[in-house]
């Protein structure tokens, strides 16, 4: 299957948002639609922090999403590039386009100079992580977080 990767458009709300659903679903989670309305105007904001790209195929259907942001490091004169999500339609997974969104989110973090790109999955995830194992190297890094109320 053919897959290119461009930015988000405005355009691309009704679709981002049906792909958006099916992520949260994957990981059942549940946002409230202002946290939505919110990453969505982040994502399309002018010199936004976040930024977004997405999966199209030949026939011009959008079949994926990624969301990444570009920040600076302590580790580093130059900048780091966190992907932080990545969703695939499921009936076109395995096809190319969750590399191909990947590449995209690769592509411009070396436009921004970037030196690392990183990103963490769940543990369960093992078809993301079976990509993620042919496209970066696992760290030895264990997570730790707090939720802050």
């Given at each position: 299957m053919s897959v290119s990767v461009r930015p988000l458009e405005a355009n691309d709300r009704q679709r981002?948002?049906?792909?958006?659903?099916?992520?949260?679903?994957?990981?059942?989670a549940?946002?409230?639609q202002?946290?939505?309305?919110?990453?969505?105007?982040?994502?399309?904001?002018p010199q936004?922090?976040?930024?977004?790209?997405v999966g199209v195929d030949s026939d011009g259907r959008i079949?994926?999403?990624t969301h990444y942001l570009i920040h600076p490091s302590t580790w580093t004169q130059t900048s780091y590039c966190y992907l932080?999500?990545?969703f695939v339609a499921p009936e076109v997974r395995g096809l190319g386009a969750g590399r191909a969104l990947i590449g995209g989110v690769e592509a411009a973090a070396?436009?921004?100079g970037s030196c690392r790109l990183y990103l963490v999955t769940q543990?369960?995830?093992?078809?993301a992580r079976g990509l993620y194992d042919k496209t970066m190297t696992l760290a030895p890094f264990v997570p730790y977080r707090k939720l802050l109320d």
């Open positions: 981002w948002e049906e792909l958006w659903a099916g992520y949260l679903s994957f990981y059942e549940e946002l409230p202002e946290t939505t309305d919110h990453t969505w105007q982040m994502l399309l904001a936004a922090s976040h930024n977004g790209l079949i994926g999403f932080e999500d990545l070396r436009a921004e543990e369960f995830n093992g078809t």
